[in-house]
């Protein structure tokens, strides 16, 4: 990458005004101490040795945790699996465990499905299920695609329902497997990345190989520092997660490895907020259920900010300790330290004692098995909704035990025992949103007694809508939201609308208090093409944009985003090499290619674009959008039949796409097949029965045929959609005198 043309540093300058202010002081007179901090030098690693010498306590019940045991060097010590020469096979490949000498070695297929032996460095995790990691000529590590079932004692597939190419991403050759790539910045302490875009190689270090005390309290040289010297004219130096912390505070510091989020900073530093450093999933599928239940992995932080918990100021040391990481309590003893001894009771549960269905986090924590044998619960702690089931389709903790019931059943009995009133819960709105009514996303967002994860939840699905112009206006005063993640949204709305008359409204957010949010000004300005030229606050927040684009290089969605920011700076040759990349480290990530294959096409490079999209459709046969814009190119080129051809197929495929069918009806009535064209727009007027593009395509098919009649019906409607349309108005008075 050409990192001057994308200007990787801008010059800014920097000033700081000291005021000192001087006061005169009796000799013995009371002398406020002052704060180390200002007095000491950024703090250092010192690791967790120089810690035990007074945190002798908290270092054993740390000891043996799963946070020491999240990585360690492979060896007799540390490794549970069997690896006596042990063979297991999976769909075709085969995988064998085997020692030679004091070393843990595996025999499998490489990325070209060619057989060699590597050498387990590190073991990662211990139970219920403990992966293996070898290293690579790169600097890479990569962890295997096996793992060991500590409970079952067995080798198993992460991956066991999936067809899984040598080659592919997800694959224990690809990045999802990679160490560096997608593990390392939780599992090890004072963790750098320290990737290479120009070599594509790595040289990650760490302070220690595992999440030791320093992980999570920050660097401790000051603190160390400040009570060997025993200063007591000063304050003690603060560590980055201690006992004062308030509880929001506190669990945005755990969420940094606890939550689905993709790294907005090269290194984490042990500064700001976590949205400084970490952009979170919001609740969307696949990740979470459309009512904001658990789907894939979520990590917890993203299902306990939808939680009353969270809003009620419950952190999550007040369950688990801090440092053993175990729960507290056992059992409903654990709910109860808070709860009233009622809801321990049959008479609010409604099953027999001390069984399954008694436990509550059986009702208000369902889970879900993930890599294979681990089982997560979800800690959004909300009520059994089965009456959502019913309507919407969601799971629900009922039919999660009485699978031989319908929701139908659980919802009367919920009714028969609780009543019929429900809570104002924030997915009722999410689920009428994403059923049509538009309007209850916006009630959603509005209201900030609910969590600001679902807020911003809906904020990006109702801006994921054709907005009026009185809807749009209204979607500005979030950008003035108290929330970090509905400001952030309400950015990324503007950028999808693509309006420049929002300029004044989103340049104040360049110097939001918050990272996330200052990135997402930017690629605002970015995306309209704005000339920001000579805007320091730009300047600084671009520095900052380029830094997560940079860090996410190694990824196939770093690359394209790197090649999406030099498409629209007017960089071409730049953007072709970062999707060319994009598709060198994951070849099947076919945004890559779509993008790749219009870019080549509008330089000239009608064959390369051309077996670009039909690549992606060897890769995705029912995907929509590659028949459609194949179907353009040859369109182009004035190769009549193919255009058809493949426009035809675009509206039989998956997304629905308007413009294929609106395309395809064009290009049918050019070649005077009127009648089939009708019958085209008649099939996309099901899915989207007042647009007014398909309306208009069918009238001109109508007026070709001379079907007077059904054209006169037609412009009718579209008179409806458009009263002031001088063309539809013309047209009608034609068909009235015809």
Not at 263 to 268: G, H, L, M, N, W
Not at 647 to 675: G, H, S, W
Request: hydrophobic share 30%; with cysteine; aromatic share 12%.
């Amino acid at each position: 990458m050409n990192h001057q043309k994308i200007s990787f540093y801008l010059k800014s300058a920097y000033y700081l005004i000291i005021f000192f202010i001087v006061f005169a002081c009796k000799k013995n007179e009371y002398q406020p101490k002052n704060d180390i901090q200002n007095k000491t030098e950024h703090p250092k690693f010192v690791g967790k040795e120089t810690c035990i010498e007074c945190h002798k306590s908290e270092y054993d019940s740390w000891n043996g945790s799963h946070h020491d045991q999240a990585m360690k060097i492979a060896d007799s010590t540390t490794v549970l699996a069997n690896f006596n020469n042990k063979i297991f096979k999976h769909k075709g490949v085969k995988h064998t465990f085997f020692k030679r000498g004091n070393d843990y070695y595996v025999n499998t297929a490489d990325k070209n499905g060619n057989y060699q032996d590597y050498k387990i460095v590190y073991t990662f995790g211990v139970t219920p299920l403990q992966q293996y990691i070898v290293k690579f000529p790169d600097g890479a590590y990569q962890c295997l695609i096996t793992a060991w079932d500590t409970e079952k004692n067995k080798w198993f597939h992460l991956q066991p329902n999936l067809e899984l190419a040598h080659d592919e991403w997800i694959n224990w050759t690809g990045g999802a497997m990679r160490w560096n790539t997608a593990c390392a910045d939780c599992h090890s302490t004072n963790l750098d990345k320290n990737f290479d875009s120009n070599t594509n190689t790595f040289n990650t270090s760490y302070s220690e190989i595992n999440v030791s005390c320093e992980a999570c309290h920050g660097p401790a040289s000051n603190h160390v520092s400040f009570y060997k010297n025993g200063n007591t004219d000063a304050l003690p130096q603060k560590l980055y997660m201690g006992k004062s912390l308030t509880s929001k505070s506190l669990v945005q510091k755990c969420a940094r490895c606890h939550s689905r989020r993709s790294q907005i900073t090269k290194k984490f530093d042990y500064k700001g907020h976590f949205l400084d450093h970490y952009s979170p999933s919001l609740l969307i599928d696949p990740i979470y259920e459309l009512d904001g239940q658990i789907k894939d992995e979520d990590y917890v932080y993203g299902s306990f900010m939808q939680s009353k918990m969270y809003q009620n100021d419950v952190t999550c040391v007040d369950c688990h300790d801090a440092h053993s990481l175990k729960l507290k309590q056992s059992g409903n003893n654990l709910c109860l330290s808070c709860h009233e001894p009622k809801y321990n009771s049959k008479s609010h549960h409604y099953h027999p004692l001390n069984t399954e269905g008694a436990q509550c986090i059986n009702c208000h924590m369902t889970g879900k098995t993930y890599m294979g044998n681990d089982f997560r619960r979800d800690h959004s702690f909300r009520v059994p909704r089965p009456d959502q089931s019913v309507k919407y389709g969601t799971p629900n903790a009922c039919n999660g035990c009485h699978k031989d019931k319908s929701a139908e059943w659980a919802s009367k009995f919920i009714d028969a025992k609780y009543g019929t009133k429900r809570p104002d819960h924030f997915s009722n709105y999410l689920l009428e949103g994403y059923n049509d009514n538009h309007e209850a996303f916006y009630t959603l967002i509005s209201q900030n007694k609910f969590p600001e994860i679902a807020r911003a939840t809906a904020l990006y699905q109702y801006t994921n809508n054709l907005l009026s112009r009185k809807e749009i206006n209204d979607v500005r005063k979030f950008l003035k939201d108290s929330s970090i993640l509905v400001r952030h949204e309400a950015v990324r709305a503007f950028e999808k609308i693509q309006d420049q008359s929002y300029h004044k409204d989103i340049e104040p957010l360049l110097k939001d208090s918050t990272r996330l949010v200052r990135i997402a000004a930017v690629k605002y300005f970015n995306s309209i093409g704005a000339n920001m030229e000579g805007n320091s606050d730009f300047n600084k927040a671009e520095k900052e944009y380029l830094e997560s684009l940079d860090m996410s290089a190694d990824f196939a969605s770093g690359q394209h985003q790197i090649a999406v920011y030099n498409e629209m700076k007017g960089y071409t040759d730049l953007a072709i090499e970062a999707y060319k990349r994009a598709l060198e480290i994951d070849n099947r990530y076919n945004v890559s290619r779509m993008n790749l294959a219009l870019l080549l096409y509008k330089k000239g490079n009608i064959e390369e674009a051309k077996n670009l999209y039909l690549k992606v459709i060897e890769l995705e046969p029912d995907y929509s959008n590659s028949y459609y814009m194949l179907g353009l190119l040859f369109n182009e080129i004035g190769d009549t039949k193919n255009a058809l051809k493949y426009l035809a197929e675009a509206c039989d495929k998956k997304p629905v796409n308007i413009r294929a069918f609106y395309n395809y009806a064009l290009k049918l009535q050019a070649e005077n097949l009127n009648q089939k064209s009708i019958e085209i727009i008649n099939k996309a007027l099901v899915v989207f029965p007042e647009n007014e593009n398909l309306l208009y395509v069918k009238l001109l098919g109508e007026i070709n045929l001379k079907h007077h009649v059904e054209a006169y019906n037609t412009c009718s409607k579209l008179i409806q959609i458009a009263p002031n349309n001088a063309t539809y108005k013309q047209v009608f008075e034609k068909l009235k005198s015809s």
